[in-house]
């Protein structure tokens, strides 16, 4: 395959899974991050705890580990992994204002963990959102992004600032 090529596509343009038996069982870990920018008072509300629908962090960064095992089951041609970790931070940022997004997943297997931490990121944002939708519907999920990943044929890459 050309370098530059898609690895989903065959030859004839079919999508299809790439088949990664041949590559090396390495240990994987990628991050990425995103925001959820908000009124002040919105912001507040989640931090003090006064949410109608409870725990926004809580619940969210919990939403975040489920949707990074599920990624496979979301996103058509993403292998299966067993991931040997999760972890997804929520910090405000006084200055969005908002709550910073943060996931790192782990596996040792053929095939890296990108979409797993990014899959991640958004479903903790999207909870965030929906928890708080009641009282700032002008919400916005922005900047997810790839912050680093290591493992793999590829090794280490980091996302410039």
């Known amino acids: 395959m050309a370098p530059d090529a898609l690895s989903h596509l065959d ?18 870990e990628a991050t990425a991050e995103g925001r959820v920018v908000m009124a002040p008072a919105t912001l ?28 496979s089951e979301l996103i058509p041609l993403c292998h299966p992994l067993m991931l040997s970790k999760v972890a997804v931070d929520i910090a405000p940022d006084l200055s969005l204002p908002g709550l910073v997004v943060t996931a790192t997943a782990r596996v040792s297997a053929t095939t890296g963990v990108e979409m797993e931490s990014r899959t991640a990121v958004t479903v903790a944002c999207l909870t965030i959102y929906d928890m708080a939708k009641g009282v700032d519907r002008g919400m916005r999920n922005e900047g997810v992004r790839l912050l680093s990943k290591s493992g793999g044929r590829s090794g280490t890459w980091q996302a410039g600032h």
Do not use: C, F, H, Q
């Not at 507040?44 to 809580?58: E, Q």
């Open 44 to 71: 507040d509300l989640i931090l003090r705890g006064d949410a109608k629908k409870g725990d926004v962090i809580g619940t969210a960064r919990i939403a975040g580990i489920m949707a990074a095992k599920r990624t």
């Open 11 to 28: 030859p004839t343009g079919t999508a299809n899974m790439v088949d990664v038996s041949e590559k090396a069982v390495t240990t994987r």
